[in-house]
Antibody, heavy 123, light 107 residues
Framework: QITLKESGPTLVKPTQTLTLTCTFS??????????VVWIRQPPGKAPEWLSL???????RYSPSLKSRLTIIKDTSKNQVVLTMTDMDPVDTATYYC???????????????WGQGILVTVSS | DIQMTQSPSSLSASVGDRVTITCRAS??????LNWYQQKPGKAPKLLMY???SLHSGVPSRFSGSGSGTDFTLTISSLQPEDFATYYC?????????FGQGTKVDIK
């Protein structure tokens, strides 16, 4: 059974750096084809894809946020960490991590999600 | 970036109704299209992948079709647990953009 859970601060100040941790079980990020993504969803809006890390440590970032994002994995701890610098109130959102099924295929999808963590950016 | 546009943005329907939601991509994406259902306060749940494949455990009243730029999600007979927001998501690129959502509520 695959589970994921996000952890980190729920309130950050403008200009601060956000660090979120996704702790998962039921799969290994050392297994070929596996990926973990970060997706955020501002209140009342659609989900927005942020970043992806593959089993082989290949990484992808949203072009609009690339300069602010860093994703790393700790395979031994079954964790993926996302950092986002220079936080702004517009970054207020629920942040989700999810298991990405499909490797490098275009037939990929997000089949297991964490519960999400609401991060508010406010002074 | 590939833009995904859903219509309608919201609809009201009754239990037992047939409901169709449309998703249009800004460029051709073959059949690289997924559908998710989201209920308030919950994470999205995968319903369909590759445009027309039903994810494990999803009721057969859900179906998907389309290829290229135009796709549909159909609920053949709406059930009380289906009132939710539905999102399409393209998997043509690694930047898997989502549509803006279609909220299905009770008439």
């Amino acid at each position: 059974q695959i589970t994921l859970k996000e952890s980190g601060p729920t309130l950050v100040k403008p200009t601060q750096t956000l660090t979120l941790t996704c702790t998962f079980s039921g799969f290994s990020l050392s297994t070929s084809g596996v990926g973990v993504v970060w997706i955020r969803q501002p209140p009342g809006k659609a989900p927005e894809w942020l970043s992806l890390i593959y089993w082989n440590d290949d990484k992808r970032y949203s072009p609009s946020l690339k300069s602010r994002l860093t994703i790393i994995k700790d395979t031994s701890k079954n964790q993926v960490v996302l950092t986002m610098t220079d936080m702004d109130p517009v970054d207020t959102a629920t942040y989700y991590c999810a298991h990405r099924h499909g490797g490098y295929s275009n037939y990929y999808y997000f089949d297991h999600w964490g519960q999400g963590i609401l991060v508010t950016v406010s002074s | 970036d590939i833009q995904m546009t859903q219509s309608p943005s919201s609809l009201s329907a009754s239990v037992g109704d047939r409901v169709t939601i449309t998703c249009r991509a800004s460029e051709t994406i073959s059949s690289y299209l997924n559908w998710y259902q989201q209920k308030p306060g919950k994470a999205p749940k995968l319903l369909m992948y590759a445009a027309s494949s039903l994810h494990s455990g999803v009721p057969s009243r859900f179906s998907g079709s389309g290829s290229g730029t135009d796709f549909t999600l159909t609920i053949s007979s709406l059930q009380p647990e289906d009132f939710a927001t539905y999102y399409c998501q393209q998997s043509y690129s690694s930047l898997g953009t989502f549509g803006q959502g279609t909220k299905v509520d009770i008439k």
